[in-house]
C-alpha cells in the first residue's frame, strides 16, 4: 500500500521536481535548433522562466539568450545536504548574500542559491549524510568547496560585519592565493581565495 509520504513526493516530482526541469529544457533546445534552421525566430527568449537563467549558468551565442555548444562544460555546480532547507536558505540569504533563486516540491525539497552569478544547489535529506565529515574535517580542513572570488577584502570585511565564523582567518598562501575559510550553519568548509600576483607555485 502506498503510504502518504509517497504520493506527495511522487507529486512533487511530477509537477515541479527535476523531470519538469529536464521537460523545460528539452523544449528550450528544440526552440532554438528550430531558430538555427531558419524557422519562426524566438530561441530561448520564448523561456524567460527557465531555471538556468535564475541560477546563474552561463551559455555562449550570438544573443544572452541563445545556447550554443561552443565549450562543452557550462557551469560546475556544489550539492550540498541540508536536514533543514529552510533554516539553510535562510543562512545563506541573511548570512552570506546568496539569493535563493529557485526552490521545488511542495513542500520544497531541492533549491538553489547563487550570488554574483554563481550557484549552489541543496537537498533536503531524512537524516544527515556524510559530506565531509569526520573526526579530522576541521583540523584537517576538508573542504567542501572553494569559491574563486574577486575583491576579497572585501567580501572578508562583509562577512565580518555579518557575524560570520570563520575557521581560517584571512591570508595570503604559499600558493599564490589569498584566503579564508568559512564555517557554515551545518558545519561546511567553504573556502574563499583570490589569485595573487605572487606566483609562488608552478602552474600545470
Request: overall charge negative; some cysteine.
Amino acid at each position: 500500500m502506498t503510504s502518504n509520504s509517497t504520493l506527495r513526493r511522487s507529486r512533487a516530482l511530477g509537477e515541479s521536481g527535476l523531470p519538469r526541469l529536464h521537460k523545460q529544457f528539452s523544449a528550450a533546445l528544440r526552440a532554438y535548433k528550430s531558430t538555427e534552421n531558419g524557422e519562426e525566430p524566438g530561441g530561448l527568449a520564448q523561456f524567460p522562466d527557465l531555471p538556468y537563467q535564475k541560477i546563474g549558468l552561463r551559455f555562449s551565442g550570438s544573443t544572452e539568450n541563445e545556447l550554443s555548444i561552443d565549450s562543452m562544460i557550462a557551469s560546475v555546480i556544489p550539492q550540498f545536504f541540508t536536514t533543514d532547507l529552510a533554516a539553510t536558505l535562510k543562512y545563506y540569504r541573511e548570512v552570506l548574500g546568496f539569493e535563493t533563486h529557485f526552490a521545488y516540491g511542495e513542500p520544497p525539497f531541492y533549491a538553489g542559491v547563487a550570488r554574483d552569478g554563481q550557484s549552489i544547489f541543496i537537498r533536503l535529506v531524512q537524516s544527515p549524510l556524510l559530506q565531509g565529515h569526520g573526526p579530522d574535517k576541521y583540523e584537517e580542513e576538508y573542504l567542501d568547496a572553494y569559491i574563486i572570488v574577486k575583491a576579497i577584502d572585501e567580501l572578508y570585511a562583509e562577512y565580518q560585519s555579518r557575524g560570520v565564523t570563520f575557521s581560517r582567518e584571512i591570508g595570503t598562501m604559499p600558493w599564490s592565493f589569498r584566503e579564508f575559510v568559512v564555517k557554515d550553519c551545518e558545519g561546511r568548509l567553504l573556502c574563499f581565495g583570490q589569485f595573487t600576483e605572487n606566483d609562488g607555485c608552478s602552474s600545470v
